[in-house]
């Protein structure tokens, strides 16, 4: 069980790092950062940066998860529905609008695939390792 848990360590920090880095990019870059050109809206500017900083503190939470990532199911949970959530919003902007690029089609994959499968295996961990501290007090 020990290696499982640190497959899973490693994947989460890895993945956690798609946030981190576009959450940055977006939130120092903004809207410009897009290659959209120099003209662009103020507003539609600071609506891109917030998002961006959520993102990054979606995958900076993901890494507070990855030590004793077995004892944070809650935390763990609750950030996948938020992506999740984020996920089946652009999955209906997609249906309204057309297909979007394929940087955009990755992420939603990642939100609706990737994320909720990685929930579940934090829950097998989780339960493993509750189940190992139930043995161990010899209950």
Do not use: N
């Amino acid at each position: 069980m020990m290696r499982e848990r640190q497959v899973l360590q490693r994947v989460v920090a890895l993945v956690a790092l798609v946030p981190v880095v576009s959450g940055l990019y977006g939130v120092l870059f903004g809207l410009t950062g897009l290659g959209s050109g120099s003209l662009v809206d103020v507003s539609a500017d600071s609506h891109f940066r917030y998002p961006s900083g959520l993102h990054l503190g979606i995958g900076i939470l993901f890494w507070a998860c990855v030590p004793d990532i077995e004892a944070k199911t809650s935390l763990f949970r609750f950030l996948t529905l938020v992506v999740a959530l984020g996920g089946l919003a652009r999955l209906l902007g997609l249906s309204l609008t057309g297909l979007p690029s394929l940087l955009m089609m990755a992420a939603l994959f990642v939100e609706l695939i990737v994320t909720p499968l990685l929930c579940l295996w934090q829950a097998r961990i989780a339960a493993r390792a509750d189940a190992t501290a139930v043995e161990a007090r010899g209950l």
